[in-house]
């Protein structure tokens, strides 16, 4: 059986890796999976009972914490890669820097996701070194020009959330485990990725959202409050789940989802649930979703975001969509990838 290794280092990149790995399986591959310790990716892998292999860690705000975490990861990863029994027939990752200079370095082909044209930094360690670049047709080609051959980009019509939300069904469970009902109005809401290369290391959108909320509503409304770093100064009165939850479901049952990145405002829009994404920057593929008629809203300004907030959720009815019909018509990369797998191209 041939073998695929893929290298995810967050969340949503577990989650997709999850999914590459079933459907990989049903044609012949086995998969490989590594990751960093990180708290709120490896409890993803626990979640579906799935034991990653883990390798180095986040390198925190410093750039100096930051390119010798990424050295010592390299060094353990290719320790790793090269250990295995058999060479894997192709590389996956959404731009790691390490698993795509480990790769390169043994002649795996390799085959990288991206929807982030703005991670300028770790694009150009990465998509350089691709034999194939996977892309949602919303991101122009022109965006990643000046890093790869045009001929080597494979677009598809949809967006990566659509792999683990497609099929999704929600479950009433999840809300019993955080002592909630469908009933309760709840706002599900994550602070933006300020450690990151691309983002201003003293904005806090969220947090000023989700405080001013609680003063409006004065506890009429639950707001589920998911911490993106363990140094976290977590906002006052938000309930904080102490293990890994189905946020998927939580979104069903909620009125809206704030957040300052976009993979959860996508996820939510899929799902009909209201999203605010307060990313600073465009963001191309949450653009191509809202025009598309799914309730997401991109929004740089903290009043404008509050006062949209407040609409919501004095009449969440009114900003609820049904979506099986639009997603319906929409492909995602897993599909991309599983034609390149069985030889057909993309």
Do not use: C
């Amino acid at each position: 059986m041939k073998t695929i290794w893929i290298d995810a280092l967050t969340p949503k990149q577990a989650l997709l890796s999850i999914k590459i790995m079933e459907e990989a399986w049903k044609i012949g591959y086995k998969s490989i999976i590594t990751t960093r310790e990180y708290d709120y990716t490896t409890k993803i892998y626990k979640m579906y009972n799935l034991k990653p292999i883990i390798v180095g860690k986040h390198g925190g705000e410093k750039l100096e914490g930051k390119l010798m975490a990424s050295l010592d990861r390299s060094i353990k990863l290719a320790e790793t890669i090269i250990g295995l029994d058999n060479k894997p027939a192709y590389h996956i990752s959404l731009t790691s820097p390490e698993g795509v200079r480990v790769a390169f370095g043994l002649s795996i082909p390799i085959i990288i996701l991206s929807d982030t044209p703005h991670s300028k930094h770790v694009n150009k360690l990465t998509i350089p070194l691709a034999d194939i670049l996977i892309t949602p047709k919303a991101i122009p080609k022109e965006e990643y020009r000046n890093l790869i051959d045009e001929k080597k980009i494979i677009q598809y019509n949809g967006v990566d959330e659509l792999a683990w939300i497609r099929n999704f069904k929600p479950d009433k469970k999840v809300l019993d485990e955080i002592g909630l009902s469908p009933n309760d109005k709840i706002i599900i809401a994550r602070e933006a990725e300020y450690k990151a290369s691309y983002y201003n290391k003293n904005e806090k959108p969220v947090k000023m959202i989700i405080e001013k909320i609680i003063r409006e509503f004065n506890g009429e409304v639950k707001i589920i409050y998911l911490p993106r770093y363990n140094d976290e100064i977590i906002p006052n009165k938000t309930i904080i789940p102490k293990e890994a939850v189905d946020t998927r479901s939580i979104m069903k049952y909620a009125v809206l989802t704030i957040t300052g990145g976009g993979t959860m405002a996508r996820e939510s829009a899929l799902i009909g649930t209201p999203s605010i994404s307060l990313f600073p920057k465009q963001i191309h593929v949450n653009i191509w979703l809202e025009e598309r008629g799914l309730p997401i809203k991109n929004i740089k300004d903290v009043n404008e975001a509050y006062e949209y907030a407040l609409k919501v959720i004095r009449d969440p009815d009114k900003y609820k969509v049904k979506t099986d019909d639009i997603i319906k018509e929409m492909e995602d990369p897993t599909q991309v990838i599983m034609r390149i797998l069985k030889g057909e191209g993309g």
